[in-house]
DNA sequence: TCTTCTGAATTTTTT
DNA sequence: ATTCAGAAGA
């Protein structure tokens, strides 16, 4: 080990008396409870640091994080402390740590080092197909499981290791009847990632595990070149990354977890909280540190999210305080319709705006992606730029992923996802006649593509030899990833063209794929990180998003604050989500969401609930202030009505 | 039989 | 914005 400079690190003047307990821990477990603005990332950060400080290798460190990006600033941030000694941290997300050892151990679990990794949306193409060819098939499709939630279901019992009739009992007690199919589904959809190389999202961390269990020395291997590991948001981790962090450490028991349990709000993908409060089971002699002092709002606005919080039926009790004084008391409005709740946001912004409050410093926060419909044209109307965080991703939209699917056929020949999503894309052609073809193709292989598709009809001919020879020459072209994207991007214009009004928008998108390829030389690594590591949406938005206000759903706005927080359609029916009223648990998630909602505000914070809303079907319905609400004391609040 | 068109409906979505 | 179901068209 090489001796460092001595440490020009201040811990104990930049932390307080929780935080530096945290960040000087020797090693052992230590589970670290960190309430919402309690100074999170800087713990982390200095830990790093400080590890780094006392002589240990930054190789063997290992820092995991739910995004990379996440990741990234943690780590540059550390090695600003330590002027750019902590370069070789190895981190990332748990997925794509999985991905690194599978590529290595692949041979070992029956995988060739290439397999391809199937994205949530091409899990969800897989299973609509096997939906929809079940043999024998469904008599009576009406009232049978969308794709969407058989897709859950699976994901969900992998991750849980429950049946599929104690899943469906839990979220669908109404499609308990189904069980038997979609255990069907579930193995077609195992044996269809079998035979075609793919692994999903759930492969990526289940084969870790598998690998690390079965495996005694890949598990001493990795558990001795990581010798201490951070997890970051460990309130959202599911049953098999809780094991992987097992199986990592289990050499030497130095692990750090990070989270906060109040704060845990995607267990719709899976994430159990109980991972966090269960830890010092799996780690005996866990030291636990609560970091409960709050640097980021008012005293009143903390009265609020701690009296919404602290009626919370399980979790770590924590009550957040500040040293701050002064601030004002949280406004609530009744509004009298959606419209007037828009206006009001309005006026606010402007208001705010007077007061040289800029613009990006002021986020409207709803429960899901279309409550803020209504706002945004009120918004443009009034010339007032915002940009919408959550809903859909740039890789998600239709146009890119028929772009990226002709680059995965190229990749991968036997990917029949993709040679589906191609081939429906040709005039005549649906879902029957693709499922045929592709699987002519996939089974011919590459070279035979051409007389898989030239024989297929004499009716398309003209389009299936464009495509041919589209495929041809990709196959031929040794050049840059990027030429060949414009290539496919030539080819699909006129299906854009044909079926988008906002073809010329989509187009853009398209070229910024292309730019995106530049860093890569193998194709291969790029379709990996479109899958493991999407682009930034700043690669796809304007520049201007630095003076926008901000629109986002709560759950984008995980980790971020603003001066001001504007909740909009804080009424039952918004939030809690009708969807949520069945389960208590699903309710006990709601009352986290809106206490995610409310913590991000730093000096301001406005509720708004409409008093009334516009049902199609029946007209205007009262509503009534979401429950979480109505339990928060009266003097929390100012109120005013729009 | 298969594809395309139309109108209706929609929870959240770090990998 | 996208998806789904049912109807109409090829």
């Known amino acids: 080990m090489k001796t460092q400079p001595p440490s020009r690190v201040a811990y104990d003047r930049d932390l307080n008396s929780a935080q530096l307990e945290a960040v000087t821990v020797p090693g052992g477990p230590i589970l670290v409870i960190a309430g919402a603005g309690s100074g999170k990332t800087r713990t982390i950060v200095y830990r790093v640091a400080w590890l780094v400080d006392s002589g240990v290798d930054p190789e063997s460190i290992l820092l995991l994080t739910f995004t990379r990006k996440a990741a990234e ?156 590991i951070l997890v970051d948001e460990y309130q959202d981790t599911n049953r098999l990354q809780a094991n992987i962090v097992r199986l990592l450490a289990h050499l030497h028991d130095n692990v750090m977890v990070v989270g906060d349990d109040s704060q845990s709000i995607y267990s719709f993908r899976g994430a159990d909280f109980t991972n966090i409060v269960e830890f010092p089971t799996l780690f005996p002699g866990a030291r636990i540190i609560k970091l409960e002092e709050n640097y980021r709002s008012t005293l009143p606005i903390l009265n609020v999210t701690n009296s919404i919080i602290e009626r919370a039926a399980t979790g770590y009790p924590k009550r957040l305080f500040t040293r701050k004084a002064g601030g004002l008391l949280p406004l609530a409005v009744r509004a009298e319709t959606e419209r007037d709740q828009s206006r009001f946001v309005v006026e606010c912004v402007r208001e705010l705006h007077a007061h040289r409050v800029p613009l990006n410093e002021v986020a409207v926060l709803f429960r899901a992606g279309f409550h803020s419909f209504d706002l945004e044209g009120e918004l443009t109307r009034n010339g007032i730029p915002f940009v919408k965080y959550g809903g859909f991703k740039f890789l998600e939209s239709q146009h890119i992923k028929d772009v990226l699917a002709h680059l995965k056929v190229l990749n991968n020949p036997r990917d029949r996802l993709s040679w589906i999503r191609i081939l429906k894309l040709l005039p005549g052609v649906g879902l029957k006649t693709a499922l045929g073809l592709a699987g002519r193709i996939v089974e011919g292989g590459m070279p035979d593509a051409a007389s898989a598709l030239v024989p297929a009809g004499k009716k398309f001919s003209a389009h299936f030899s464009e495509l041919h020879s589209l495929i041809t020459e990709l196959r031929n072209h040794a050049g840059p990833i990027s030429e060949k994207v414009e290539r496919v991007n030539r080819y699909y214009f006129p299906f854009l063209k044909e079926a988008y009004d906002n073809y010329p928008k989509r187009m853009r998108d398209l070229e910024n794929l292309a730019d995106l390829t530049v860093p890569y030389r193998s194709l291969h690594r790029f379709l990996d990180d479109m899958a493991l590591e999407p682009p930034d949406d700043e690669m796809t938005e304007s520049p201007s998003k630095n003076n926008s206000l901000v629109l ?15 909740i909009i359609w804080a009424t039952e029916g918004r939030i809690p989500s009708p969807m949520a009223l069945e389960s208590e648990d699903d309710l006990e998630e709601e009352r986290r969401i809106l206490y995610v909602a409310t913590t991000r505000a730093k000096q301001n914070l406005v509720v708004i609930a409409p008093v009334s809303v516009l049902d199609r079907r029946v007209g205007r319905v009262p509503t009534t202030l979401s429950r979480f609400f109505q339990e928060v004391p009266q003097d929390h609040f100012r109120t005013a009505s729009a």
Not at 167 to 188: F, S
Not at 560 to 566: C, D, F, M, P
């Open 552 to 566: 986002s759903t709560i759950h984008s706005s995980k980790g971020l604050e603003w001066h001001t927080v504007i």
């Open 73 to 228: 600033e943690m780590l540059s941030r550390a090695a600003q402390l330590l002027d750019g000694r902590v370069t070789r941290v190895a981190g990332g997300t748990f997925h794509s740590v999985g991905n690194l050892l599978l590529r290595k151990y692949a041979a070992l679990l029956g995988f060739g080092a290439t397999f391809s990794i199937m994205d949530q949306g091409d899990s969800l193409e897989a299973i609509d197909h096997m939906r929809k060819t079940l043999s024998p098939p469904i008599a009576d499709m009406k009232g049978f499981p969308k794709a969407r939630t058989i897709a859950e279901t699976i994901s969900r019992v992998r991750g849980s290791g429950q049946s599929v009739q104690e899943v469906l009992r839990r979220r669908y007690p109404h499609l308990e009847g189904y069980a038997a199919e979609i255990e069907r589904i579930g193995a077609m959809y195992e044996e269809y990632k079998k035979s075609n190389q793919l692994m999903d999202y759930d492969d990526l961390l289940g084969n870790t595990v598998r690998l690390l269990e079965e495996f005694e020395p890949v598990r001493r291997e990795i558990s001795s070149r990581w010798q201490h």
